[in-house]
């Protein structure tokens, strides 16, 4: 595809955008300035909520949509809601009762707002790796839920079994994706990065095939798959990978800008 043909670029933050260190390089901000001046538009796409997001999206002064928690909630420039996708709250209820029983640390997305029932080392790790501080509440004092995505955090092994069980129960009607290894997210069953990027294309009047997107973790793979060019990073898993039409270095070594420059011509 030619690069006249790409109109807008997804990009993945933790593990593509970010590096390890939670920053996004100098060569990456070169890049992004120069394909700004030749107006493609740069969605910040991720698990994450538009209030743990705004820094770098201010930092990186990108006045375009954004895909939060995992296309659950797609945002405008200014943080206005395009499009949300809400836990049916029978869902929602077995899902925070599952975890309660097993003693499994959860929590809960709702109007944009971070909780959680008790505070744990989990609870204090997430806040870490996102910079945002959640809030103690019953779950139960919510009615209706409106959640918008729930999150399992613990062992990776563990964790699996528990959603394997949950995808059992509800099937097509929930969601169940890793974003890292340690965080198992639970949404609507129309939630994906990929869809999300269709009602992006749909927000923005252009075709699927003139979105380019990057992405390293299974959270990804849709959105990969659906772009007109999916780009995996090295230290993609295996199934991101697989689906991808290239593969460029990692989120440590400027992956991201080593394919714009080379695709663009920078």
Excluded: W
Aim: hydrophobic letters at 40%; one cysteine or more.
């Amino acid at each position: 595809m030619k690069k006249n043909n790409i109109k807008a670029i997804a990009f993945d933050m933790d593990g593509t955008l970010l590096t390890d260190a939670k920053e996004v390089s100098a060569r990456t901000r070169s890049c992004f300035e120069a394909l700004e001046e030749r107006g493609v538009s740069l969605i910040l796409s991720t698990g994450r909520s538009f209030e743990a997001l705004e820094a770098y999206k201010k930092d990186l002064n990108l006045n375009h949509p954004v895909i939060c928690y995992n296309g659950a909630r797609i945002l405008g420039s200014r943080g206005e809601l395009i499009k949300e996708h809400q836990l049916p709250d029978d869902i929602a209820r077995y899902i925070i009762d599952f975890a309660r029983k097993d003693g499994v640390h959860i929590q809960i997305y709702r109007n944009g707002t971070l909780y959680f029932e008790k505070r744990t080392p989990e609870a204090d790790f997430y806040e870490k790796h996102v910079n945002l501080k959640g809030e103690i509440v019953n779950f139960d004092d919510f009615n209706p839920l409106s959640i918008t995505k729930i999150m399992y955090l613990g062992n990776h092994e563990y964790l699996n079994s528990l959603g394997v069980e949950i995808r059992k129960q509800f099937e097509k009607r929930v969601t169940a994706m890793f974003s890292l290894s340690t965080f198992l997210e639970f949404m609507d069953g129309n939630v994906s990065k990929g869809n999300a990027l269709n009602e992006i294309a749909e927000y923005l009047d252009i075709g699927i095939d003139n979105i380019m997107a990057f992405g390293d973790g299974d959270n990804d793979k849709s959105m990969i798959e659906t772009a007109g060019i999916g780009v995996a990073m090295a230290n993609a898993t295996d199934k991101v990978k697989a689906v991808a039409n290239s593969i460029t270095l990692s989120n440590n070594d400027d992956g991201v800008a080593e394919f714009l420059e080379e695709f663009f011509e920078l």
